[in-house]
C-alpha cells in the first residue's frame, strides 16, 4: 500500500502490524505512523486500517489519532463537566481518572484505544484489591467521558463497550437499632451539637445538607424545614451548591421534640452570629466560633467520641441517614413517605436501598392480614 495511506506488515503467526501515516514532524523532518499490533486473521488487520482510515477521511485522522487520551480527558473535564456538575463530582471525576484511568491509558492514543487495554486497566485494579464499586465507578466516568469523544466525532466505535465488569457485592449498611439510637441521642443531648445530632437522625438529611441549613428555612409554625442546598469547602473556601438531584429539594417535617431544641438553639445564637461573615450568618449549625463546620471536624471532634461514649457501633456519619429511614420503615412509615423525606429519586430505589428491613415488613404485613381475615371468618 502507498506510503501515505497505510500498511499491514505481518509480523509472525497471526500477528500484524498496522502502520497509519499521521503526517510530518516538521521539528524533526521526519514522517510520523501510528503503529498498531493486531492479533488474529489478515481480515482483523484489515478491519482495523480500514477503521483508522475512514476515520482519517472524516476529518478525524491527522489531529484526532495524535490525541491522547490525557490531552482529551483535560478538555473534557475543563469544558463538557465542569460546567455541568457540582464542584464535589468534578473533582471526584478527576481524582478517578488521574488514580487509575490516566496512570494506565493516559499516554495512549485516544483513536486506538482498545477494549482489552481498558479491561487491562481494570484487572490492575482488581489486582489490588479495589472494591467492585470503585472499579465500576471509574468506568462509568472513563463511559461518559468516551461518549463524548463520539460526539465530537473524535471516535467512531466505543471502547467501553463489551468490556467485563466486576460483580457489585451487596453491601451491608451499618444502622443503629431503637435503643442505640435512643443511647445515641441521650449522649448526644449533652454535646455542643446536640441539635444537629437529634436533626440528622430523625430526618435523614445528608450531612452536606443539614451543615447548610438556615434559619430561613424553618416554617415555625408548620414545622417543617426546606433543604434547598447544599454546603462543601472547594480550595480552601466554602460555597453553597444546588442539591444532589431535583428531587433533593424537598420540605421535611421536624418532630416537635427537634423543633423545640431548634427554638431553643435560635434563642442562644448571638456573638457567634456576628462574628461569621455575612453569607454564612444565618446558618443554623456552626462552630463557636460562627464558621461554617466542616464534616471531616465535626466526625472526628463529636461524632466519633459520642459513639464511644455512649458504647455504639463504630458507624460513619452519613450512617445517621441510613438509621433514620431504617426506624422509619421499621415501625411501618409507608415507603413513599420515606423516600420523599430523603429525597430519593423513587420508592423503588428507596425500597431497594433498605431491602433488609423488608421482612419484618413482611412478618407485620402478614400477621396484619391474618387478623382481619380470621376475624371476618369468626363473623
Known amino acids: ?15 500484524w502490524l498496522v502502520r497509519v501515516y499521521l503526517g510530518r514532524d516538521y521539528e524533526m523532518r521526519k514522517r510520523t505512523y501510528h503503529n498498531q499490533t493486531v492479533y488474529g486473521s489478515l481480515r482483523n488487520a484489515q478491519a482495523y486500517l480500514t477503521r483508522s482510515l475512514h476515520e482519517r477521511d472524516l476529518s478525524r485522522g491527522v489531529e484526532g489519532l495524535q ?27 478527576e481524582a478517578m481518572l488521574r488514580r487509575y484511568i490516566r496512570p494506565a491509558i493516559g499516554a495512549r492514543i485516544l483513536a486506538s484505544l482498545s477494549p482489552l487495554e481498558i479491561q487491562a486497566t481494570y484487572q490492575v485494579m482488581i489486582d489490588r484489591k479495589l472494591s467492585a464499586r470503585t472499579v465500576r465507578y471509574a468506568h462509568a466516568v472513563l463511559r461518559a467521558a468516551i461518549r463524548q469523544a463520539i460526539r465530537w466525532q473524535l471516535l467512531l466505535n466505543d471502547p467501553t463497550q463489551g468490556v467485563e465488569l466486576p460483580r457489585e ?7 443503629l437499632t431503637t435503643e442505640q439510637a435512643r443511647s445515641f441521642l441521650r449522649t448526644a443531648s449533652h454535646s455542643p451539637q446536640g441539635c444537629l445530632f437529634a436533626v440528622a437522625l430523625t430526618t435523614g438529611m445528608r450531612p452536606s445538607e443539614y451543615l447548610a441549613l438556615c434559619w430561613r428555612d424553618i416554617d415555625w409554625d408548620r414545622g417543617t424545614i426546606s433543604v434547598v442546598r447544599t454546603l462543601h469547602r472547594n480550595e480552601g473556601q466554602w460555597t453553597f451548591a444546588d442539591t444532589k438531584r431535583v428531587r433533593s429539594r424537598r420540605v421535611v417535617k421536624l418532630q416537635m421534640w427537634v423543633l423545640d431544641l431548634l427554638r431553643k438553639l435560635k434563642g442562644g445564637v448571638g456573638e457567634a452570629e456576628a462574628a461569621c461573615d455575612s453569607v454564612f450568618a444565618d446558618l443554623i449549625f456552626t462552630t463557636t466560633r460562627g464558621e461554617p463546620i466542616n464534616e471531616e471536624y465535626l466526625v472526628k471532634k463529636h461524632f466519633k467520641p459520642l459513639l464511644r461514649e455512649a458504647g455504639l457501633p463504630n458507624i460513619r456519619l452519613y450512617d445517621l441517614r441510613h438509621t433514620s429511614a431504617t426506624l422509619a420503615l421499621t415501625v411501618g412509615v409507608a415507603p413513599k413517605v420515606v423516600s420523599e423525606q430523603l429525597g430519593h429519586a423513587s420508592a423503588a430505589f428507596t425500597l431497594d436501598t433498605y431491602s433488609h428491613v423488608l421482612p419484618h415488613m413482611q412478618d407485620e404485613a402478614a400477621a396484619k392480614m391474618e387478623a382481619a381475615l380470621l376475624n371476618g371468618l369468626l363473623l
Open 1 to 15: 500500500m502507498s506510503r501515505k495511506v497505510g500498511q499491514i506488515i505481518a509480523r509472525g503467526e497471526r500477528r
Open 67 to 93: 490525541v491522547t487520551v490525557d490531552e482529551f480527558l483535560d478538555h473534557w473535564l475543563k469544558t463538557a463537566v465542569k460546567s455541568k456538575v457540582r464542584a464535589k463530582t468534578h473533582r471526584d471525576y
Open 169 to 175: 457485592q451487596c453491601r451491608e449498611i451499618s444502622v
